[in-house]
């Protein structure tokens, strides 16, 4: 069972920047993160939960959701087993509770061009962020 500690949300004004941080652990001696994909949600009160970024297991692919290319880029630290999505140029349809997520996938830097929400298995509680002046 995976534990999820995310960090990072709160109130920005309209063209700041956050960073979003989600810690992955789990009750097994020397656990790692890498074997897993990673996707951060976005989710919207009366909406479903919609992919805004993912990344390979290898870290090698990356996908983001047309609304925030060019603004917002997903890194994660292996030593950490953190990852991490850098919001820029933040809007305030970017507002909502972001939720990080992971999965074993096929492992190939591919594996993550069509995945969804449905696809996930590992989900953090979510943290929000609000983009108002």
């Known amino acids: 069972q995976l534990q999820f500690e995310e960090s990072g949300g709160g109130l920005v004004q309209p063209g700041g920047s956050l960073r979003l941080s989600c810690k992955i652990s789990a009750p097994i001696s020397g656990f790692t993160a890498d074997y897993y994909a990673i996707g951060w949600f976005l989710q919207v009160p009366g909406k479903d939960r919609e992919g805004v970024s993912f990344m390979s297991s290898s870290g090698r692919s990356t996908r983001y959701a047309d609304s925030v290319k060019g603004r917002f880029t997903i890194s994660r630290d292996s030593a950490k087993n953190t990852v991490y999505l850098q919001m820029n140029s933040l809007k305030p349809e970017d507002t909502g509770r972001y939720y990080c997520?992971?999965?074993?996938?096929?492992?190939?830097?591919?594996?993550?061009?069509?995945?969804?929400?449905?696809?996930?298995?590992?989900w953090g509680h979510g943290i929000q962020v609000t983009v108002s002046s």
């Open positions: 997520a992971a999965d074993i996938f096929s492992g190939s830097d591919d594996e993550i061009d069509s995945v969804g929400e449905p696809d996930f298995g590992f």
